[in-house]
């Protein structure tokens, strides 16, 4: 699956934007030294690299696989900095606030996230086991319950509490469904939710929320 909010994640378009602003402002004094062309070249290369070996093995590729050009990036525009610019300092806090703030953006839910790579996800783990309290109480089986990757498994592969129940995994005809917007869902499983389930109770934080679907009456 490609995740296409991969540019920006964890802010990284700040780093775009400094070094098209670099190209732009200092022109061929950028792309012609030689080390910067080093950086550069590595960047592009690993790119292509991967783009073609990840296509022709499973014609899927995320964010995880970039991390060198990524890294690559990184050096290149820090090096861009600290050699033409002179409030280095302001530009590398500027630079840095912009990369924390990355981990706070929450895309749409019809748009896939790569959650593993950014720390926003850190509250839907307390969320999660209050929503397991919530079928505990509420006597419905966890069994029987249908969820997505990566939550169909057992809880204690995840929590390490000694619960070996397990959900389901989802489809159309289950009657509980647990869902929160840090599964990356396709468009048709959001529209069956949409139109055949009804939200139970929703557990809300900082932007991550947890839902727990039933099925309609028909």
Same mark, same amino acid.
């Given at each position: 699956?490609?995740?296409?909010?991969?540019?920006?994640?964890?802010?990284?378009?700040?780093?775009? %934007?400094?070094?098209?602003?670099?190209?732009?402002?200092?022109?061929?004094?950028?792309?012609?030294?030689?080390? +910067?062309?080093?950086? $550069?070249? #590595?960047?592009?290369?690993?790119?292509?690299?991967?783009?073609?070996?990840?296509?022709?093995? /499973?014609?899927?590729?995320?964010?995880?696989?970039?991390?060198?050009?990524?890294?690559?990036? *990184? %050096?290149?525009? &820090?090096?861009?900095?600290?050699?033409?610019?002179?409030?280095?300092?302001?530009?590398?806090? %500027?630079? &840095?606030?912009? $990369?924390?703030?990355? +981990? %706070?953006?929450?895309?749409?839910?019809?748009?896939?996230?790569?959650?593993?790579? /950014?720390?926003?996800? /850190?509250?839907?783990?307390?969320?999660? #086991?209050?929503?397991?309290?919530? #079928? =505990? *109480?509420?006597?419905?089986?966890? @069994?029987?319950?249908?969820?997505?990757?990566?939550?169909?498994?057992?809880?204690?592969?995840? =929590?390490?509490?000694?619960?070996?129940?397990?959900?389901?995994?989802?489809?159309?005809?289950?009657?509980?469904?647990?869902?929160? @917007?840090?599964?990356? #869902?396709?468009?048709?499983?959001?529209?069956?939710?949409?139109? *055949?389930?009804?939200?139970?109770?929703?557990?809300?934080? &900082? @932007?991550?929320?947890?839902?727990?679907?039933?099925?309609?009456?028909?």
């Amino acid at each position: 699956m490609f995740y296409y909010g991969d540019i920006l994640i964890l802010g990284r378009v700040f780093l775009f %934007l400094c070094l098209a602003f670099s190209i732009f402002y200092f022109g061929k004094k950028i792309i012609l030294t030689k080390s +910067n062309k080093q950086l $550069l070249l #590595l960047a592009i290369s690993s790119v292509i690299f991967i783009v073609i070996v990840s296509l022709m093995a /499973t014609n899927s590729f995320g964010h995880r696989y970039f991390i060198v050009s990524f890294i690559v990036l *990184n %050096l290149l525009v &820090f090096k861009i900095v600290e050699v033409n610019f002179k409030s280095k300092k302001v530009i590398y806090a %500027l630079l &840095f606030l912009g $990369l924390i703030t990355g +981990n %706070l953006w929450i895309y749409p839910k019809n748009i896939s996230q790569g959650w593993d790579a /950014t720390l926003g996800h /850190t509250p839907y783990h307390s969320l999660r #086991l209050e929503a397991i309290n919530y #079928l =505990d *109480n509420n006597n419905i089986t966890i @069994n029987e319950v249908a969820t997505f990757f990566p939550n169909y498994q057992t809880i204690n592969t995840i =929590d390490l509490s000694g619960d070996f129940r397990t959900f389901k995994r989802f489809h159309e005809s289950h009657e509980y469904v647990l869902y929160s @917007n840090v599964f990356n #869902l396709s468009d048709e499983d959001l529209n069956i939710l949409n139109k *055949n389930y009804i939200s139970i109770k929703e557990f809300n934080n &900082f @932007n991550i929320y947890i839902i727990i679907y039933r099925l309609k009456e028909k």
